[in-house]
Nanobody, 114 residues
Framework: QAQLLESGGGLVQPGGSLRLSCAASGIIFRLYTMGWYRQAPGKQRELIAR???????NYADSVKGRFTISRDNVENTVYLQMNSLKPEDTAVYYC????????WGQGTQVTVSS
């Protein structure tokens, strides 16, 4: 059974950093394009970072230069390093895996507040 499990969310002050992790099981992880999405209250879910099976990355303009997505195909894990966090980064962050199927994690809350 395919499963994605996010971790690493929490409360952080503006300007701080967090690293999110997403551990995959039940899939051939190295074949999947992995993405991080977020959904703030009252807003649509948006793609913020994606990494292909070949390691190519792309980012939403709102996080470019602050967030870094990476993957470990041995540990079957994708990471999102988030630096210089802003209050507007507050959202539930979701991990996504896409190949022939589209798999979602349960989400992890990130709150940026002083």
């Amino acid at each position: 059974q395919a499963q994605l499990l996010e971790s690493g969310g929490g409360l952080v002050q503006p300007g701080g950093s967090l690293r999110l992790s997403c551990a995959a099981s039940g899939i051939i992880f190295r074949l999947y394009t992995m993405g991080w999405y977020r959904q703030a209250p009252g807003k649509q879910r948006e793609l913020i970072a994606r990494i292909t099976s070949g390691g190519s990355t792309n980012y939403a303009d709102s996080v470019k230069g602050r967030f870094t997505i990476s993957r470990d195909n041995v540990e079957n894990t994708v990471y999102l390093q988030m630096n210089s966090l802003k209050p507007e980064d507050t959202a539930v962050y979701y991990c996504n895996a896409v190949l022939t199927s589209n798999i979602w994690g349960q989400g992890t809350q990130v709150t940026v507040s002083s």
